[in-house]
């Protein structure tokens, strides 16, 4: 067979010999070791599962040859001092057993882009990580230099909670030493803020700063064991943090009575032995009947609150501060006062001849009259009779009754909120309503009792280190909440930021007013995003980075429980992400402060931890790190916690201030009802938008993370978003089941199919949140629930350094019509 | 002396490392802009303004032909862009270069067939430099295994050693049936009808037609070789046409 | 005696979150759209329709607003003791070992899905093609399992055979629980052994009184579910 030299073309010879570019060798294939290839057994790894949810489940994690091939519940041990604390059982969900879905997902993120179009046309060139980081150190920078320092904002969020990676982690460290601006931690973006600021209220000197609020100090959740009765509030455990529902129904087998107070009929409801529908926004009212009848049938308990609370202490009736003792004498000390009733006079509270303080009452001084804090209350209380509540609550006056004497007829009484209740612009006063029928009735500090918004959370017991984590050599960064960054973004208020990092953040679709937010990040000059996948923030990005899942880097993770969790590299990252605390340590090398980037992040944990150190915390006295890394050790607390059971409170009095001073100026003191600031039947706007829109949080996702994994989409209606609404609201605007809907109000408007169904209050519809609107993956047919809601700020939080601004998400009024199409 | 079938073999193998080197440059986009231009360069000098005819070389040889040959780095950072969005991303990938995800329709990596294949590549000493971070079956490290076999084979066959050039010849006879023909038509047909691009339907056209003809060629010098070493034919035939 | 293996249900716990069919499809490497465990809804203390798909809507519940009442009926094969399938089974690819399971042989398999007909559960599934598989790799047990030499797992699904749930053979042979058991987060399944009075299992049957679906037709199931009662339940 004859045949002509071929080549492809003259002069390309055998790789551009003729070039100089001679065969290169091989570039991604290399000579296999004399040895050859082994298969590798199983290795099995334990380590915490660091997503956005409450269950903080710990994983058993199977590798064969370098692959996750299976993930189950892991155990748990002892307290770190040894002693068996309590039983708790393995632990995961139908989201944790689908993260090797996430992790090997064909959607990750797999090197390093830059945008090439216009900002969101979704055009990217690969670069590497030099370039990346380079160029944000050079446009941090500049920008810096331009507009100050904290115009970059520095944004990490929920996405994951570990110590180093989450929503406490690397982040503020990094912002820190280049005296950027950050996020605060369960800041507002969520809407979670309101009970925290309502804790700090009432629990704590508001003004105080680095102050957790009410979500570093829940009750363990099986506390729940000790309860008689429990009442979930706004709170859909059943889909959101399922393990715990394994604690209430043990609770259930003891007697205990279990209430769900929601206006949708959840799985969380269904299995409770009383459901409520509350109209939304009202509960506050619906609080405040039933502290009327616990009040005027005497169902209080006085002992615990002349001695824990402000109850008796008189109020000024013209300041309407506290009266002080220096207030009735000249040259008096600054103390607060009660009347005796034995010798009927006037005394400070430590007066040793002091015999009984009394609780209720108005008294007479210098011509005018003072009431106990007590009475003010009782008074402000006391329109709210069964059938005032009923009319604002649409709960019947027998129930607003039945609930009060379940509350207070069971002792101790449990109450578990969820962030149903903290999505409304008035979310703080029910925290504090809540917290004041919880001092009422003794509750507080009490085994089985008190009022938890989260349990455990980032165990600020046992990171001493984390100050010295987060500000190195005292620097620190400038709090800046997200609904502040927007307006900062928009308006330079109040400074310019010019520049954002994203990381575990998905701010360009889960804050709310999304049209807001787009026009925001529109106009930075230059926006950064880490993730692992092309969420909608992502896409906007000039620089794409990516990100590891938890899989794939070292941390730890002590949240949600009372349980310190070492998270191992499990696997090599893929492709080419990196771990947040690797990205910022060559962001930072670039800018100067890279040695604050040095150590591991086995250093890091063990700094945080104190481990080895004699002075460290009792919580974790004693913690080694072979014990750390050998499996979950619980913290050296009794079991289960129960916060404040030593009663001894924060505030200025020392005592429950259910009268708070500092909100006289927003007429809040005690916690009479106000109106939601929009979705009330009271609102004008009522008229043209008569549905209460809700977006709540579904099980088949953890907010906007696996939205995309084919396990849990094919189980949700094929990933596909609708909205869930009332035949009675259905059948007036001539929708059925599958029709496509147009859900609007004056912000914006979105589309999807309706899904008519009993389990939701006429009045009400609710589009799950969570799904993913970009470029390539549309959970709902047209725009976003987000496109909804809106970013009105409560005045009231501004008295929290911490908790300033809570986004509404559910205070929001929509019309729906039929669609076509 | 070289006998005429081993000359005629010579030349085949030459050829053949030639394009799977320039195709596994061209997939895993190890182009820079000064061989990019240089492959222009080669291409308008050697047609000189006439159109290449070959059918499967034709359209890419056509393509650079045509390009200005001055001003080639805007047209470089297009072909770029557009190679990163067919095979990169960060978006959903209209072409993604994994057998894997061809061979079962889930459209997801790391399968078995990434094993299959490091196995294949295990035998004949190689591994990929980075084990389970990318995977083996990525289209550029398929061909660049099919280049080093190429290479070694030509190597072979310039010392002498008609075994080993067979072995390594039958080598890339056996992953071309049992891989690259699975998958590498529908890939190429992706990128056609995906992308507006004529560099890369070019290229995509090239692959699939040279893949078609290389199984003819395969064959053809394992034939060769076999009447001109001693023991016979080591390797029994596959089947012709393997990679249609 | 030998042991009866079974499964009770505790409709009083479960939430109906698919952990369960998850923890299933993991373990058994099974493609997307074949469920062997499947949530379905029902008034509580009735039947589900067993022959729903998988994809019904869930969490919409029965009566009218605010009177409203739903249960979750995990369903998947009910290891039946008398069991339609293998009477029906032309080459006894489906047997029932002592111990209660029912299990298929692959390797003896046909195809010709008497079974699937004869079932009154719709529990089983026929993989007709490839499948699409997520992540592709086999993941969960990962080896083949023979029970008395039969292969009743295997780690790819094979084409052309029925499947359906194998209560974990390969799981509760080694002293295991089946995977739904020790995944479920409510902590609603107990297994365990039926012949044996004092075990967990018999002894919630007796104390809650656990009923079997479809009773009246005499396949006499080793799964039972536990009713729904509210003994604290709160009059409003």
């Known amino acids: ?821 | 002396m070289q006998s005429e079938s081993t000359r005629a073999a010579g030349d085949i193998l030459a050829y053949r490392y030639s394009v799977y080197d320039l195709l596994r440059r061209i997939f895993l986009w190890e182009v820079p802009l000064e061989f990019f231009a240089e492959l222009v360069k080669a291409s308008q000098a050697e047609l000189a303004g006439e159109t290449c005819s070959s059918s499967a070389e034709g359209p890419l040889k056509n393509y650079l032909n045509g390009l200005p040959p001055d001003d080639l780095s805007e047209i470089h950072r297009e072909i770029h862009i557009e190679y990163t969005r067919l095979f990169i991303g960060p978006k959903h990938l209209p072409a993604p270069p994994y057998e894997s995800v061809y061979r079962s329709p889930g459209r997801l990596m790391m399968q078995d067939e990434t094993i299959n294949v490091r196995s294949l590549y295990a035998k004949h000493g190689f591994r990929v430099t980075r084990m389970n971070r990318e995977p083996d079956d990525t289209v550029g490290i398929e061909l660049e295994f099919m280049c080093a076999l190429s290479k070694a084979s030509l190597d072979a066959l310039q010392e002498g050693d008609t075994r080993r050039v067979v072995e390594f010849v039958s080598a890339q006879r056996e992953f071309c049936e049992l891989h690259l023909s699975k998958w590498m038509p529908e890939f190429c047909g992706d990128i056609i009808g995906n992308s507006t691009h004529p560099f890369w339907k070019s290229v995509a056209e090239f692959t699939q037609r040279f893949l078609e003809e290389d199984a003819a060629e395969m064959n053809a010098v394992l034939e060769q070789l076999g009447r001109s070493c001693k023991d016979g034919d080591p390797n029994p035939k596959l089947s012709v046409g393997c990679c249609s | 005696m030998s042991k009866r293996w079974g499964i009770a249900i505790d409709q009083n716990r479960c939430i109906g979150c698919w952990t369960c069919a998850v923890a299933c499809k993991a373990i058994n490497n099974q493609p997307l759209g074949t469920y062997w465990n499947r949530i379905l809804t029902s008034r509580p203390n009735e039947n589900a329709p067993t022959t729903a798909p998988a994809t019904l809507a869930i969490d919409v519940p029965h009566g009218t607003f605010p009177d409203v009442q739903l249960a979750y009926q995990p369903t998947s094969c009910q290891h039946c003791q008398n069991a339609p399938c293998e009477k029906v089974c032309p080459v006894n690819a489906t047997f029932r070992r002592e111990d209660g399971a029912i299990l298929v042989d692959f390797e003896r398999c046909i195809g010709c899905r008497y079974c699937m007909a004869a079932c009154p559960y719709g529990v089983r599934t026929f993989t007709w093609g490839e499948g699409q598989y997520a992540p592709e790799f086999a993941v969960g047990y990962g080896k083949d399992y023979r029970s008395a030499g039969r292969l009743v797992f295997t780690p790819q699904r094979p084409i052309g055979v029925a499947e359906k749930c194998t209560l974990c053979v390969e799981r509760i042979d080694v002293g295991k629980q089946p995977m739904c058991v020790d995944a479920c987060p409510a902590g609603a399944r107990v297994f365990g052994d039926l012949n044996d009075p004092a075990s967990a299992i018999s002894v919630s049957i007796q104390q809650q009184g656990g009923r079997q679906l479809l009773s009246e037709l005499g396949t006499d199931a080793n799964v039972f579910y536990l009713p729904v009662s509210r003994p604290n339940k709160v009059r409003s």
């Open chain 1, 1 to 821: 067979m004859k045949r002509e030299r071929r080549q492809f073309l003259k002069g390309l010879v055998g790789g551009s010999v003729a070039l100089g570019l001679g065969f290169s060798g091989l570039r991604f294939l290399e000579a296999l070791p004399a040895e050859g290839a082994v298969p590798a057994a199983e290795k099995i790894f334990r380590t915490g599962h660091n997503t956005n949810c409450d269950g903080a489940c710990g994983h058993q994690v199977h590798v064969v040859d370098g692959r996750v091939t299976f993930i189950e519940g892991a155990g748990w041990e002892t307290n770190i001092d040894g002693r068996a604390a309590q039983t708790f059982n393995p632990r995961i969900c139908l989201r944790g057993l689908s993260q090797i879905q996430n992790t090997y997902s064909p959607d990750r993120i797999k090197y390093p882009y830059r945008r090439v179009g216009p900002r969101g046309s979704g055009q990217f060139e690969r670069i590497t990580w030099d370039q990346a980081t380079s160029a944000i150190a050079e446009n941090f920078q500049k920008i810096q230099t331009q507009f100050g320092r904290e115009s970059v904002w520095i944004a990490p969020y929920t996405g994951a909670l570990s110590l180093l990676e989450g929503v406490i982690g690397a982040s503020f460290r990094f912002a820190s030493v280049i005296g950027a601006s950050a996020g605060d931690f369960e800041g507002d973006n969520e809407g979670d803020s309101a009970g925290p600021a309502a804790f700090n209220y009432m629990l704590y000197d508001p003004t105080a700063p680095a102050n957790s609020g009410g979500l570093l100090d829940g009750h363990e959740y099986t506390d729940l064991l000790n309860a008689k009765v429990i009442f979930l509030w706004g709170n859909n455990l059943a889909e959101t943090s399922i393990p715990d529902w394994r604690t209430v129904c043990d609770a259930r087998n003891n007697g205990t009575k279990v209430i769900s107070l929601d206006p949708r009929y959840t799985p969380t409801a269904a299995g409770a032995d009383l459901w409520v529908p509350v109209r939304p926004g009202t509960d506050t009212a619906l609080i405040d009947g039933m502290m009327n009848w616990i009040i005027q049938n005497k169902r209080y308990d006085e002992a615990y609150l002349l001695k824990y609370s402000v109850a008796p202490f008189l109020v000024h009736p013209k300041t309407k501060l506290f009266l002080k003792h220096k207030d009735l004498v000249p040259g008096g000390a600054n103390k607060y006062v009660v009347f005796d009733e034995r010798d009927r006079t006037i005394k400070r509270y430590d007066d040793p001849t002091l015999t009984r303080a009394s609780l209720l009452g108005t008294h007479s001084f210098g011509g005018l009259q003072a009431s106990t804090a007590m009475q003010v209350l009782a008074d402000t209380m006391s329109k709210f009779t069964p059938e005032y509540a009923a009319k604002i609550t649409d709960v019947a006056p027998e129930t607003v009754v039945h609930l009060a004497q379940l509350y207070a007829g069971n002792h101790p009484a449990a109450i578990k909120c969820g962030f149903g209740l903290s999505h409304w612009h008035r979310g703080d006063l029910t925290h504090q309503a809540l917290l004041t029928m919880a001092t009422l009735t003794g509750n507080i500090g009490v085994q089985g009792g008190g009022v938890t918004i989260m349990s455990g959370a980032l165990l600020s017991n046992a990171f001493s280190g984390l100050g010295n984590f987060w500000n190195p050599d005292g620097k620190k960064w400038v709090p800046l909440q997200p609904m502040a960054a927007c307006d900062a973004m928009l308006f330079g208020k109040p400074y310019p930021v010019r520049a954002a990092w994203f990381m575990i953040d998905n701010y360009a679709q889960q804050m709310a007013d999304r049209n807001k937010v787009l026009k925001a990040l529109k106009s930075l000059d230059f926006l950064v995003v880490s993730d692992y996948v092309l969420s909608a923030t992502a896409e906007l990005a000039d620089i794409v980075l990516p990100a590891c899942t938890y899989l794939e880097k070292t941390d730890l993770l002590g949240s949600f429980n009372y349980y310190l969790q070492y998270m191992p590299k499990v696997i090599e990252p893929m492709w080419e992400s990196k771990s947040d605390l690797d990205a910022f340590g060559l962001v930072a090398q670039k800018m100067g402060v890279g040695q604050y980037f040095q150590k591991k992040p086995d250093d890091y944990i063990k700094d945080v931890l104190a481990i080895g150190d004699p002075k460290a915390p009792e919580s974790v006295r004693g913690l080694t790190w072979e014990q750390l890394t050998s499996g979950a050790y619980r913290l050296n607390l009794p079991a289960p916690y129960v916060p404040y059971a030593d009663k001894k409170f924060a505030t200025k009095s020392g005592r429950i201030e259910f009268y708070v001073e500092s909100l006289l100026p927003y007429d809040q003191e005690v916690c009479d009802y106000k109106e939601p600031i929009e979705a009330s039947p009271n609102n004008p706007l009522y008229q043209k938008y008569p549905l209460v829109f809700l977006s709540t949080h579904t099980r088949f996702r953890t907010h906007s993370q696996y939205a995309n994994l084919p396990w849990l989409k094919e189980i949700n209606n094929n990933g596909e978003g609708f909205l869930e609404i009332n035949p009675t609201d259905a059948r007036a605007r001539g929708i059925a089941s599958g029709h496509v809907v147009r859900i609007f109000n004056d912000r914006g408007w979105m589309k999807v199919r309706a899904r008519l169904t009993e389990a939701i209050k006429p009045g009400v519809v609710n589009c799950y949140q969570g799904g993913w609107v970009t470029r390539q993956v549309k959970h709902y047919i047209e725009g976003h629930p987000n496109n909804l809601t809106h970013q009105i700020a409560n005045p009231a939080q501004s008295i929290v350094p911490n908790f300033p601004s809570n986004a509404a998400y559910y205070d929001c009024l929509v019309q729906v019509e039929k669609a076509e199409g």
